[in-house]
């Protein structure tokens, strides 16, 4: 058995998308190679720094991802395997980005609760301080904006009884 330490460059971009590995991102390796009769079992962890874009307000995120792997590198025989030990050696460059690329959230967001844009101003929600609207969603609604809960203390004290009788 064997204990290892690997800090390599990656050497393309890793993933697609909102979010990825950019090239040259330094990615940490911590694994442990263990001789077994059907050839090598490589378990370790690895990680590194993913960069991109929320998915709903379009900020820059960039977020630590490590992962967890674990494969059986055959030796070389009759039948095919995914993983096959090669002079003596494992090549765990596609066993790492594999496991690392499909640990990627499909849709980033930069907070659990991100608001995203506004839909009028394309402003994002979460930086927006204006309180008031501009101009009402649906003009059927507009005359409602004037209405404020002052009106209802009002209407009481000048004598006014708001019952069904009235």
């Given at each position: 058995?064997?204990?290892?330490?690997?800090?390599?460059?990656?050497?393309?971009?890793w993933?697609?998308?909102?979010?990825?590995?950019p090239?040259?991102?330094?990615?940490?390796?911590?694994?442990?190679?263990e001789?077994?009769?059907?050839?090598?079992?490589?378990?370790?962890?690895?990680?590194?720094q993913?960069?991109?874009?929320c998915?709903?307000?379009?900020?820059?995120?960039?977020?630590?991802?490590?992962?967890?792997?674990?494969?059986?590198?055959?030796?070389?025989?009759?039948?095919?395997?995914?993983?096959?030990?090669?002079?003596?050696?494992v090549?765990?460059?596609i066993?790492?980005?594999?496991?690392?690329?499909?640990?990627?959230?499909?849709?980033?967001?930069?907070?659990?609760?991100?608001?995203?844009?506004?839909?009028?101003?394309?402003?994002?929600?979460?930086?927006?301080t204006?309180?008031?609207?501009?101009?009402?969603?649906?003009?059927?609604?507009?005359?409602?904006?004037?209405?404020?809960?002052?009106?209802?203390?009002?209407?009481?004290?000048?004598?006014?009884?708001?019952?069904?009788?009235?």
């Open positions: 058995m064997r204990v290892f330490t690997l800090e390599v460059p990656a050497e393309a971009q993933g697609e998308g909102l979010v990825s590995f090239k040259g991102e330094i990615v940490r390796v911590d694994g442990r190679l001789s077994v009769h059907e050839g090598i079992l490589v378990t370790g962890t690895a990680d590194a993913s960069v991109g874009e998915g709903r307000c379009l900020t820059d995120i960039a977020e630590h991802v490590e992962v967890e792997f674990q494969e059986l590198f055959a030796y070389p025989g009759d039948e095919a395997t995914d993983f096959e030990v090669q002079d003596d050696h090549d765990l460059e066993l790492v980005r594999d496991a690392m690329v499909l640990s990627l959230p499909f849709q980033p967001v930069c907070q659990p609760d991100c608001p995203g844009l506004d839909p009028n101003t394309g402003e994002r929600l979460t930086i927006s204006e309180t008031e609207q501009r101009e009402p969603l649906d003009p059927r609604w507009a005359a409602l904006q004037d209405y404020s809960k002052d009106h209802d203390d009002k209407a009481s004290r000048s004598g006014v009884d708001h019952t069904e009788e009235s």
